[in-house]
């Protein structure tokens, strides 16, 4: 039965939206909708332009037979420093500061609405960067690299202290817990990565970089690929880190225990982003 034009555009867009980073054919459309290819082309130059103009995403359209469109989904560098504006002013609450220094962030991190913009934000800094795997480590890691890796439309692998018999075999490695120096272990499955794999790692908290720079060394050991290493917090840290190749969305400056005050603001991501001619 032949659909509305309306109709088609609204099951258009939900279907490009739902497979991001998916390549997907004319004809798959044409048959979808029962309409000529012509028609289905005239439907995604209107989407690709309402995509463009509300810095939804970039809607590539590739010719010939073996074409089709591709969404991309990034954010606008506007609509990024007006999301990360609230989340700072929402960080900014003394009855967050948990002992040792440490911010409470879970409730914001269970939250479906910040989780969706960080996985799309995150996505924006890896718009031109090919991208086969996310990884963060248990616990409070996994809603963010399961968001990023819906955006990128790769899977995310969860790296745990301790390995579960439902994991199989494992690699595992030594690290120093950059605000503690303990010598800590951490595993992954071996089934998790495969050899020349780009991996992107995120992470919720970070002070002295030292669960990051453990995740860097079991991306060695599986001779894979780092790309990048993301963070929702980064937290005031007095020593040397072990390692300062991250992006930050959020920079808590200051937390006294004595007054129970926290001064959190913008972290690296909107200038190491936007600043290097991203921006849309």
């Known amino acids: 039965m032949k659909i509305r034009r309306s109709d088609r555009l609204v099951d258009m867009t939900r279907y490009l939206l739902e497979h991001p980073r998916t390549l997907v054919s004319l004809k798959f459309f044409g048959e979808r909708y029962d309409s000529a290819k012509s028609s289905i082309s005239e439907d995604l130059g209107i989407i ?39 989340v700072v002013d929402e960080v900014n609450d003394e009855s967050r500061l948990l002992p040792g220094g440490y911010v409470y962030l879970s409730d914001l991190l269970s939250r479906p609405d910040v989780l969706r913009q960080v996985g799309r934000l995150i996505a924006t800094q890896y718009l031109n960067q090919e991208v086969d795997a996310v990884m963060t480590v248990a616990t409070k890691g996994i809603p963010i690299a399961q968001s990023v890796a819906t955006f990128l439309n790769v899977p995310f692998v969860i790296v745990r202290n301790d390995s579960h018999i439902t994991e199989g075999s494992t690699v595992s490695v030594n690290y120093v817990s950059g605000s503690s120096t303990r010598i800590e272990k951490m595993e992954l499955s071996r089934r998790s990565l495969k050899r020349g794999a780009n991996v992107l790692v995120v992470d919720d ?67 190491t982003v936007f600043g290097s001619g991203m921006e849309k």
């Open 48 to 86: 690709k332009r309402t995509f463009q103009e509300r810095g939804t995403g970039i809607l590539e359209t590739l010719p010939g037979a073996s074409g089709g469109a591709r969404f991309i989904p990034y954010m606008l560098k506007e609509e990024a420093e007006s999301f990360l504006q609230r």
């Open 205 to 271: 908290f970070m002070k002295g970089g030292g669960t990051l720079n453990g995740m860097k060394s079991l991306i060695n050991e599986f001779e894979a690929h780092l790309v990048g290493m993301t963070v929702f917090a980064e937290g005031e840290f007095s020593g040397n880190r072990l390692v300062d190749d991250f992006t930050s969305l959020v920079k808590v400056n200051a937390v006294n225990p004595n007054n129970q005050t926290i001064s959190a603001e913008f972290g690296n991501f909107i200038n």
